[in-house]
């Protein structure tokens, strides 16, 4: 019996942040860039890899998966997995420095949405200003469907995914290394269980109406080649998200303090 093809997957391997995974992923971008200096284009086989790198088949599975969100490879059925658009984009050494700082922030000790956000204001407005200077046709296409495949999302999961992946799309569009690892950290560090208790009312329905509209803005404002406006729009958003944390802290300190009195 075929099994049913599940989207919800690839969202779902995408937020595995175990460090297994992020090694493997490392790892298999070292040997595309060794594989693009050699002008190859299809990658060995996942039995292959797995022995080469001396770790199961799923967790090459997994960091497979997590590249072919990303561009960086492609696969065909039962033809195998090639090179994508997107490798080579940055450095070996910033994603080295992106990963690493990643695996080294212990997130349930000390690291708070709050801190994120202020990283976030400081970082994603001038990312969003540059993507409205530099993005293509082919880069508002991707950032476009990241955003359709975000309001359809029907569960945190995979809503997550959409949403990181369409902020991702939109660093990319700036063709910037630099800022595209800097922000593809940030993400990593809010797929931390803190992060995610935070955002689980975003999923609500009304919650989503205004962050819908918010995200088009922005994606409008890049396509139109609007820089102040772009800056604007995604400054807007970042405000709401500042509002719905502030709300989220009064409410967990509210439980807090009911606990401590039980």
């Known amino acids: 019996m075929k099994t049913q093809y599940n989207p919800l ?53 997994k960091a497979l998966t997590i590249l072919e969100n990303d561009r960086v490879v492609v696969r065909h059925v039962g033809r195998g ?11 070996p050494q910033l994603q080295a420095l992106a990963l690493g700082g990643a695996l080294a922030i212990d997130s349930s000790v000390g690291l708070s949405p709050r801190e994120l956000l202020e990283v976030r204001y400081a970082l994603e407005p001038a990312i969003a200003e540059l993507a409205a200077l530099a993005a293509r046709a082919a880069d508002l296409e991707h950032m476009r469907d990241c955003m359709r495949r975000r309001e ?6 995979a809503y997550e995914h959409w949403d990181f992946a369409l902020h991702m799309s939109i660093a990319k569009a700036t063709h910037n290394s630099v800022l595209i690892e800097m922000l593809d950290l ?13 955002r689980r009312p975003s999923i609500k329905p009304g919650q989503r109406i205004k962050s819908n509209a918010q995200h088009r803005a922005i994606v409008q404002a890049i396509a139109g080649a609007d820089p102040q406006a772009a800056f604007a729009a995604m400054r807007a958003h970042l405000d709401n998200v500042s509002g719905l944390y502030r ?16």
């Open 152 to 157: 359809e999302a029907s569960d945190l999961d």
């Open 247 to 262: 709300r989220y802290s009064d409410v967990v300190s509210a439980e807090d303090a009911i606990l401590g009195e039980k």
């Open 81 to 91: 997995t090639f090179v994508g658009s997107g490798a080579g984009i940055a450095p």
């Open 186 to 198: 940030v993400n990593r560090l809010r797929r931390s269980a803190g992060w995610r208790r935070f």
């Open 9 to 61: 997957e690839r969202a779902q391997d995408s937020l595995d942040d175990r460090p297994e995974i992020a090694e493997t992923v490392a790892r298999l971008r070292t040997h595309i860039e060794i594989m693009m200096q050699r002008r190859e284009r299809k990658l060995p086989p996942e039995r292959q890899l797995s022995a080469e790198f001396g770790v199961g088949r799923s967790a090459i599975r």
